[in-house]
């Protein structure tokens, strides 16, 4: 009991230092508005870049020697212009985007059965424009497929000889699931803003105190240096799980708020799906900041302090990068592998899936586990009278 009152009483201490520091404070609330800021934006480019690939417009030289062709990509929504005598060089000098060539010969080649050429002038460099040359290629070789099926017609020959297998899609992903794609980099934000919230506080309990001696006169007192650790660790988790819930919170009011519907998406999560996502967080914050600490501790100054923990908000990219670039389901044992499984459950819950109890009941266990396990190292190293004097 007189263990929890010290406790009570340095935790106080903490949160009051913490909060009179009102340029690190704003900081570190200003963070998860700026992530959310830069979530609409990236959503918000890449519904801009759908509604670009569907407003084509399509230089073309010889416009006039493929008149069906020409029809057929008007009546898909392609803008049909005249492009300029060398669209070579207006594609390099990007005058043009791009520019479609039509022979002179091609209406013979047609006629005589052949395969006629078409040239689509393009710079593969740029990427911006390969949706919008993707579209052109379907429109032109749809086309193509038509043609060929009336030159089998007219030598009495069905189209439908020419197709071994006709291949048909069965989606059985849902909007929802499909919107957790789309947005599965919210986990990753929430995983980096909780690291980067809390790197101040983190830096100052420990780093700080020992550059300012006040360490010194905080342990002279009859208290032992497991309640000092605790107390300390306890500030750093309020203010992490602070700052975590806002990030969380704006994140899930960007994901209902953005026009998601123009990319054929569904983004509607039910209170069971973000109290889940409570339930995960919580911990991977307790664990978060017990890490904290003892990266700062071993710290000689606040600014190396900061130094080392800035190298902290990288570690979720790698899990996080993996989680991007390998969407789908995931085997039980990746739950086990610290801030990659915590990310692999929030992209299901994104998705409006609970995840199974055994990877919930993992990712729980482990981050309680690995945030105590390095509570009592920076106990253990408090313990060492070089961490106070040097």
Not at 74 to 81: F, L, M, P, R, T
Not at 205 to 226: D, Q
Not at 272 to 301: C, D, K, T, Y
Not at 339 to 349: A, W
């Amino acid at each position: 009991m007189f263990e929890l009152k010290q406790l009570w009483v340095i935790f106080r201490k903490e949160v009051s230092d913490a909060i009179r520091d009102r340029k690190a404070l704003m900081a570190a609330l200003f963070l998860p508005v700026f992530m959310a800021m830069t979530t609409s934006a990236g959503v918000l480019l890449l519904i801009k870049n759908v509604d670009e690939a569907s407003d084509v417009e399509l230089p073309v030289v010889g416009a006039e020697h493929a008149q069906p062709l020409i029809q057929w990509l008007q009546e898909n929504g392609v803008v049909i212009k005249a492009a300029p005598e060398d669209p070579v060089a207006a594609v390099a000098a990007q005058q043009l985007d791009y520019a479609l060539i039509i022979p002179e010969h091609l209406p013979d080649d047609i006629r005589a059965g052949e395969p006629a050429d078409l040239w689509l002038v393009l710079d593969a460099s740029r990427q911006d424009l390969m949706q919008k040359v993707y579209t052109i290629k379907r429109l032109v070789q749809a086309w193509s497929s038509q043609v060929g099926g009336l030159r089998l017609l007219a030598r009495g020959v069905s189209p439908q000889v020419s197709q071994a297998v006709v291949l048909q899609d069965v989606n059985v992903a849902n909007s929802q699931k499909v919107a957790s794609k789309i947005l599965g980099g919210m986990p990753l934000v929430v995983l980096m803003v909780m690291f980067a919230g809390s790197i101040g506080l983190a830096a100052d309990v420990t780093a700080g105190e020992r550059e300012r001696r006040s360490f010194e006169p905080l342990l002279i007192n009859p208290v032992s240096r497991r309640v000092v650790i605790y107390g300390k660790w306890a500030a750093t988790q309020l203010f992490a799980l602070i700052v975590t819930l806002i990030t969380l919170a704006l994140q899930l009011i960007v994901a209902r708020t953005l026009p998601l519907s123009e990319l054929g998406v569904r983004f509607d999560l039910g209170i069971s799906e973000i109290l889940m996502m409570l339930v995960i967080i919580i911990p991977v914050v307790f664990m978060g900041s017990a890490i904290q600490l003892f990266v700062a501790i071993f710290a000689r100054s606040f600014k190396d302090a900061q130094t080392y923990m800035g190298l902290l908000v990288m570690v979720p990219m790698v899990p996080g990068i993996y989680v991007l670039m390998n969407p789908g389901d995931y085997e039980l044992w990746q739950a086990a592998i610290p801030l990659l499984g915590p990310q692999l459950v929030l992209v299901d819950l994104f998705g409006g899936v609970l995840p199974s109890p055994q990877a919930a009941a993992i990712v729980i266990a482990e981050a309680l586990l690995l945030g105590l396990a390095f509570a009592k190292l920076t106990e253990w190293k408090l313990k060492q009278e070089t961490t106070i004097y040097g």
